[in-house]
């Protein structure tokens, strides 16, 4: 294990948070919230500090980074970057339990939108956090989107040439490579057309009739399918022509960024050819259609244009995981909720910024069950399969099939220890993990889009911290990080 190397990198990590605390810093300046500027820039301060000081202790020539030290970098950043990232909610006294905090920054950073704020009334309390605070809030989900490391990777040169490992780790997918020969060209290009698509959302909704300030954190919790919102209602407070907008670019950021890679070199035909695509627009149409059909015969809105549009809305928020909402869908019949926990499990396409289990992984395992049951008719037939029209390695399959097994032990684990605190019944908990592990923020029950995570314990706090982050880093990078053999020197 190069230790050096991966406090180094944690270090680099911590010097970029505090750049970025500037943002929300500039946020306060502009509308004279003096506390909260002072509260941010101390932070912003203190990252500058143990990320100086990690950064040059841990200095060394080997800047060598095996599979090891990229699982290790990534799981460590990401708890390092939530620790200090909680710090302006505790200095500003919105959330003065840290525990609560740190619950609060890792959903952001993991774009989950799981939030401890209580909401009340028309407008919820999250409504009466300061401007500063909102936008560091809502912005974790854009930085947290792509990948914290990514963007580091896009702006710092790091003098490794074995930095993919650690984009492995970050990234979300069974299949992670590079779009170009240069890793740092491929980080950039990646945030290029991340940022590309931002500007865009945040145009369309001032087109809209969206407020500036508001049409900034609502896109940064699209683009990093994140889900914090300032009104009680969520995006229910704003106009049709909002929803709809929002609704697109959710299901738009949910796509695989290497499409719109092939779009730009107009590389058209694989582009449009792409299978996960398809299927993730074709269970996004299936979805649409029979949650509008349920929702219409049993409890239709004041026009089938509205039931429509929330049924687009809530299916393209909860398969990619974004977890806005524009009505309360606890309300739905129970077939509508059902479609929804599925869509929680599937999540959006892979070399997105969703979460869940990804279109990709799914159409892996299915195709290895298919072969499976092909041989047991015919026990000698050799079963090639193919992704995107490429041969996939065996490897790459029995990954897939582990991550599989290993995500539901891990959800059952947490399942299970919620399940200590009564407070609680089984819908809530069991939708509480799924939302936390799957990074999509509100659940069913107590946790559904009118309710919040304040309630439980600190242990649960603390769990689904650790499935929020599961979820994200996909299980391995924080599974390793944990087992003693990982820190050893071979």
């Known amino acids: ?33 003096q506390q909260d500027l002072m509260t941010l820039l101390m932070t912003a301060g203190i990252a500058l500090v143990i ?21 290790v970098i990534a799981a460590l950043s990401w708890i390092f970057l939530s620790a200090v990232g909680a710090l302006p909610f505790v200095f500003s006294g919105v959330i003065p339990n840290f525990v609560d905090a740190f619950f609060e920054t890792v959903s952001g ?35 947290g989107g792509m990948g914290v490391l990514v963007l580091m990777m896009a702006l710092v040169p790091t003098g490794s040439g074995r ?8 990234a979300p997918g069974p299949i ?45 919790g699209t683009a990093g ?37 092939l779009l730009l070199i107009r590389a058209f035909r694989p582009a449009l050819s792409n299978r996960e695509l ?43 995981t974004t977890g806005y909402a524009t ?39 299915g195709k290895a069950v298919a072969r499976e049951l092909k041989r047991l008719v015919h026990p000698r037939s050799v079963g090639v399969i193919r992704l995107e029209g490429k041969r996939v390695e065996e490897s790459v399959v029995q990954s897939a099939s582990a991550y599989i097994v290993l995500y539901f032990l891990l959800f059952g684990g947490a399942f299970l220890l919620l399940c200590l605190e009564p407070a609680f019944d089984l819908e809530s908990n069991f939708t509480a993990v799924a939302a936390c592990i799957n990074n999509i923020g509100p659940g069913l029950g107590a946790v559904g889009p009118t309710g919040s995570y304040a309630d439980y314990g600190a242990l649960s706090k603390v769990v689904l911290s650790f499935a929020m982050l599961l979820g994200r880093l996909e299980i391995y990078p924080l599974v390793l990080t944990l087992l003693p053999g990982t820190w050893t020197k071979k």
């Open 1 to 33: 294990m190069n230790y050096r190397m991966v406090f180094s990198m944690i270090g680099r990590l911590l010097l970029l948070e505090a750049v970025l605390l500037l943002l929300p810093a500039a946020c306060s300046l502009i509308y004279q919230e």
């Open 51 to 71: 990320g100086g000081g990690l950064t040059l202790l841990c200095r060394t020539k080997n800047k060598t980074i095996y599979a090891k030290e990229g699982f």
């Open 109 to 143: 950073f993991t774009t989950t939108g799981a939030s401890i704020l209580t909401v009340l009334g028309t407008r919820g309390e999250v409504l009466a956090l300061s401007h500063g605070i909102l936008f560091w809030r809502s912005f974790t989900h854009w930085v």
């Open 163 to 170: 930095t993919i490992h650690v984009m492995r780790a970050e």
């Open 176 to 220: 992670v490579g590079k779009l170009v020969p240069r890793l740092r060209d491929t980080a950039k290009i990646l945030y290029l057309i991340y940022l590309g698509l931002t500007v865009i959302q945040v145009i369309c909704l001032l087109v809209a009739g969206m407020p500036l300030f508001d049409s900034l954190v609502h896109t940064f």
């Open 225 to 261: 399918t994140g889900g914090f919102g300032i009104y009680s209602t969520s995006i229910g407070e704003y106009n049709a022509a909002c929803q709809w907008i929002i609704t697109v670019f959710m299901w738009l950021f949910g796509v695989n960024f290497n499409v719109y890679y």
């Open 278 to 320: 398809w299927l993730y627009g074709g269970i996004t149409l299936a979805s649409v259609a029979a949650i509008t059909a349920n929702v219409w015969a049993q409890m239709p809105y004041t026009t089938f244009e509205e039931t429509v549009r929330h049924s687009a809305f809530q299916v393209s928020s909860i398969m990619t």
């Open 327 to 365: 009505t309360d869908f606890n309300l739905w019949p129970m077939f509508s909720k059902c479609v929804l926990v599925l869509l929680m499990f599937i999540g959006a396409c892979a070399g997105s910024t969703g979460g869940g289990l990804k279109v990709s992984r799914v159409m892996l395992v």
